[in-house]
T-cell receptor, first 114, second 114 residues
Framework: SQQGEEDPQALSIQEGENATMNCSYK?????LQWYRQNSGRGLVHLIL?????REKHSGRLRVTLDTSKKSSSLLITASRAADTASYFC??????????????FGKGTLLTVNP | NAGVMQNPRHLVRRRGQEARLRCSPM?????VYWYRQLPEEGLKFMVY????????ESGMPKERFSAEFPKEGPSILRIQQVVRGDSAAYFC????????????FGPGTRLTVL
């Protein structure tokens, strides 16, 4: 099974609406991060939430983490057409280790229609 | 502060040729990760390096792939005798000191094998 699986796979909304994407994972984690990738481009780091945190905000982004359910959600409020992109969650599962390699899901493709 | 640099951005090779991908981490970062992204997929970890050391290469194919991060200069991902299945986007990420695993990604190199 794959660590860091997002759902939905695709989401289409109107500008101004909120978008919620979910991520589930299977093993213990140190941190969970969300990234955005515009088509054909690199990844942009959005936000990192540590395993001992439950919620974090950054601008129009709100991330929650429920370690008991091994799940996280990313909420984008008041969406804009420029938010159209793929969104990935990534986990690093090395408890106390020095590896920190990230495991990504397949992503959610968000389309914000003007 | 320049971000993670990768070059070339696009690379076309014929089957059997060699591909060399370069990554310069962010200033002050000594930890480098390489990830591969196949079409319509999330990123998959390949290798983790620190200066002059390979720390974890568990995601590297056993043959034809190698990576290095010399004391001076960029990290290099080398693919010998490329095959069509190697066509993908290869991303490099860097991070600073241990403790916070915030990885910053480069723009990627898109390798096309003809």
């Amino acid at each position: 099974s794959q660590q860091g699986e997002e759902d939905p796979q695709a989401l289409s909304i109107q500008e101004g609406e909120n978008a919620t994407m979910n991520c589930s994972y299977k093993t213990s984690i140190n941190n969970l991060q969300w990234y955005r990738q515009n088509s054909g481009r690199g990844l942009v780091h959005l936000i990192l939430i540590r395993s001992n945190e439950r919620e974090k905000h950054s601008g129009r982004l709100r991330v929650t983490l429920d370690t008991s359910k091994k799940s996280s959600s990313l909420l984008i409020t008041a969406s804009r057409a420029a938010d159209t992109a793929s969104y990935f969650c990534a986990t690093d599962g090395n408890s106390g280790g020095s590896n920190y390699k990230l495991t990504f899901g397949k992503g959610t493709l968000l389309t914000v229609n003007p | 502060n320049a971000g993670v640099m990768q070059n070339p951005r696009h690379l076309v090779r014929r089957r059997g040729q060699e591909a060399r991908l370069r990554c310069s981490p962010m200033k002050g970062h000594s930890h480098v990760y390489w990830y591969r992204q196949l079409p319509e997929e999330g990123l998959k970890f390949m290798v983790y390096l620190q200066k002059e050391n390979i720390i974890d290469e568990s995601g590297m194919p056993k043959e034809r792939f190698s990576a290095e991060f010399p004391k001076e200069g960029p990290s290099i991902l080398r693919i010998q005798q490329v095959v069509r299945g190697d066509s993908a986007a290869y991303f490099c990420a860097s991070r600073g000191l241990a403790g916070i695993n915030e990885q910053f990604f480069g723009p990627g190199t898109r390798l096309t094998v003809l």
